[in-house]
Each structure stands twice: as structure tokens, then as C-alpha cells.
């Protein structure tokens, strides 16, 4: 499973360029810019260097250039040509591609040019907001159709988290401007899918909250040690495959038992798994949210 896939079907080379499959095939056998090998049922299969040459033509035909032009550039050239388009534009479809294009190839070089390129005129709130959350929404869908491989998506999430780190940090110096309430962060047991819970993290501290980041996989029962040290806790949680849909009810029935006695502890819960939550009956102190931006709108 942990294994690099080097193999792609037309319908990945789809799902991962934006170009149909159809406009694939016609590329294919009108310009020879692919040559796929077949199956012994005689089935299309695409090699990473094929998926690789397929997003920078799919870059180069999104700026203008048109496929029969694109088909007589020599193949050496065409990165060269796709890294100078990358460093002259941060626009988000070319970003989105350019990241993609990092991913698959595990190029690092180009995943932090683009984000610098990227960086001289936005800040990394837009770049979250505009790139990377479009861009991890894509990633989910080419996860779900098995298109890209575990050490494709650790890859890429790695290196935004990294850019997290480092942005959060920077506000983390200054000391906390509200007081009126403190949140803490945390995963529930075994989940680990922690961006988005790492950037609302950011947009707290940004905001001037005191925030404890406690992160993945954490017992209920770990978190009641918070309740000694802090009045009026809000705690939030990004339930993505944990709790399952069967015990969403119980877990929020401990929750309340264990951290909201005293009655002024909330809960702030989004994620996939919230789709199985039945909000009316739910506790006042437990809010649902169905996007990043609606939590961040409450802050």
C-alpha cells in the first residue's frame, strides 16, 4: 500500500491533469505526445514520466499555448518552460498545477519556488485560503480514487505543514491579546489528518486567543487535565475518519460528562464525520461547523 504508484489509467491521467480522457486520447494518437503501453486486455496504462509530461503540457496549453505548437517543443524544454511560467505568474490554477506537478514528482525545489513565487503577492493567509485549501480538497478526491499513493500525499502535506509551522510561530511570540476565552486543539483518538486543525490553529493565534495545540489521537479522558489550569475552555476537533458514524452520539455524551460538569466548557467539532451528526440533538455547548472559514467567521 505504502508502495510509489508508477502506474496510471487514463482515468487517473484525468482526474489528476483536468484534461478528459477523450482530449488525452486525441493528444495521443494526433500529436504522439504519449505513448502508453496496454494491457494484456489491451487496456491504456501510463507511466509517471507520461503523468509527469501530461501536467506540464496541460500547464502550458492553460497559458496559451496552443497542443499543436506544444507537440513540437523539443521534451527537454518543456520544464524549462513550465518552471519560467510558474516563476512569472501566481495565479491559482497554475499554482494548484505546479504543486500537483511537486507532489508527483517529489520535487521540493519546485513546491518552495512556487510557494515563494507565490508569497511576493499574497500572504500566507490568501495562499492557505486560495491554494492550498482548493488544492488539498483535490488531493482528497485523487486519494479516494486511489490516483495518487500514501507517500504522494504524505509528501505534499508534509511540506505545507512545514509552512504552518513556521507562520504560526511568528505570531506565537506575542503574547495573547483576549482573554475571554481558550482554546484547545486536539484530534480524537485514532485520527491523525491535522491541517486543517493546524491552520484554524493559526487563525486563533492570529487573532490574538490563547491556543493549546495538543494534536493527534487524543483520549477524552487526557484532556480533563486542562480543566485545572482554565476557566470557559473551548475545545476543537476535526473529526475526519474518527469517531465513526455509530459513535458520534456516545462520544459527545462522554465529552459532556467529563469536560463540561461545571457546565462552561464548548465544543467545536467539524470535518467528513459531521455529515452523520443529527444537530438537533445536540447540547448547546457543541457547535458543528461545515467549513474552515465558517469557524474562523466565529472567532
Known sequence: ????????????????????AHTIRIWEKRYNLFTPERTDTNIRTYSIGSLQKLLNVTLLY?????????????????????????SNTSEKSH???????????????????????????KSFREIFSDVFIPLLNELGLLWQTDTISPSHEHFITHLIKQKLYINTEKLQIAEPTK???????FLPENEIHELGLLYINYEITLRGYKSIYLGQ????????????????????????????????????????????AAGNSSLYVLGHQIQYIDE?????????FDSIEKVIRTL
Open 217 to 260: 489521537t487524543m483520549p477524552i479522558e487526557s484532556l480533563e487535565d486542562l480543566l485545572k489550569y482554565y476557566d470557559n475552555l473551548t475545545f476543537l476537533s476535526y473529526f475526519t475518519v474518527s469517531p465513526t458514524k455509530d459513535n458520534l452520539a456516545s462520544y459527545f455524551e462522554k465529552f459532556s460528562k467529563t469536560l463540561n
Open 280 to 288: 438537533s440533538s445536540l447540547p448547546s455547548n457543541i457547535k458543528v
Open 62 to 86: 492553460n497559458n496559451g499555448y496552443k497542443i499543436s505548437k506544444i507537440a513540437k517543443i523539443e521534451e527537454g524544454q518543456i520544464p524549462i518552460m513550465v518552471r519560467e511560467i510558474v
Open 179 to 185: 482573554k475571554d476565552k481558550v482554546f484547545a486543539l
Open 95 to 121: 499554482a494548484i498545477n505546479a504543486f500537483k506537478l511537486a507532489m508527483v514528482n517529489f520535487d521540493q525545489t519546485l513546491f518552495l519556488n512556487t510557494y515563494s513565487s507565490l508569497l511576493s503577492e
Open 1 to 20: 500500500m505504502n508502495n510509489v504508484k508508477a502506474s496510471f489509467s487514463i482515468r487517473d491521467m484525468e482526474n489528476l491533469s483536468g484534461i478528459k
